[in-house]
T-cell receptor, first 122, second 111 residues
Framework: GAVVSQHPSWVICKSGTSVKIECRSL??????MFWYRQFPKQSLMLMAT?????????EQGVEKDKFLINHASLTLSTLTVTSAHPEDSSFYIC??????????????????FGSGTQLSVL | GEDVEQSLFLSVREGDSSVINCTYT??????LYWYKQEPGAGLQLLTY?????DMKQDQRLTVLLNKKDKHLSLRIADTQTGDSAIYFC???????????FGSGTKLNVKP
């Protein structure tokens, strides 16, 4: 099956610093990647949709200047948490949609997830 | 956003069947999914069903969809301790641009 690699798995940083999280699709091209945030015992909250070669689309209430998303290639999207604060501590998960040409519609609509990044801001 | 709801907890004994339920509000859902999340890990796609289907079976997993009532369920036969995890249902809408998730059901399997 399709593999999405997310790095790092966990990171601890000081308040005020920036942290970059990478999301890579290893064996398929992902024109669209999604970034989610998950609080303990809660569901995934969609933060933004990242489209290759264009600006990300942010969900309402998500600060685009704080959560910078770059999708420079068909296999890589990055999320940078700028000037992190303790309230930014959370589990961040990326996902990618496999949109292979010629694949069945059902295949195209599968969403594959990275293993997540636990961010702790001190 | 769309409203996808699940009960928070389910506890079963090993060998029993587990049924996890999900309700959603948007009738324009095209695909509905079940994902499994183990502690500290991302989500693993378990199975999915197209909105014009009523049922899909995949080994120990059976998905039932009642589109009229907007109700989705996941049945796990012969539940094992390794099935203990959080299960999320999700829907994608007609334009496939967004996926909306339920709050997750924590399944606890007792030996």
């Amino acid at each position: 099956g399709a593999v999405v690699s997310q790095h790092p798995s966990w990171v601890i940083c000081k308040s005020g610093t920036s942290v970059k999280i990478e999301c890579r699709s290893l064996d398929f091209q992902a024109t669209t990647m999604f970034w989610y945030r998950q609080f303990p015992k809660q569901s995934l909250m969609l933060m933004a949709t990242s489209n290759e070669g264009s600006k990300a689309t942010y969900e309402q209430g998500v600060e685009k200047d704080k959560f910078l998303i770059n999708h420079a290639s068909l296999t890589l999207s990055t999320l940078t948490v700028t000037s992190a604060h303790p309230e930014d501590s959370s589990f961040y998960i990326c996902s990618a949609r496999d949109r292979r040409r010629g694949a069945s519609k059902a295949t195209n609509e599968k969403l594959f997830f990275g293993s997540g990044t636990q961010l702790s801001v001190l | 956003g769309e409203d996808v709801e699940q009960s928070l907890f389910l506890s079963v004994r090993e060998g029993d069947s587990s049924v996890i339920n999900c309700t959603y509000t948007d009738s324009s859902s095209t695909y509905l999914y079940w994902y499994k999340q183990e502690p500290g890990a991302g989500l693993q796609l378990l199975t999915y069903i197209f909105s014009n289907m009523d049922m899909k079976q995949d080994q120990r997993l059976t998905v039932l969809l009642n589109k009229k009532d907007k109700h989705l369920s996941l049945r796990i036969a012969d539940t094992q301790t390794g099935d203990s995890a959080i299960y999320f249902c999700a829907e994608s809408l007609y334009n496939f641009n967004k996926f909306y998730f339920g709050s997750g059901t924590k399944l606890n399997v007792k030996p």
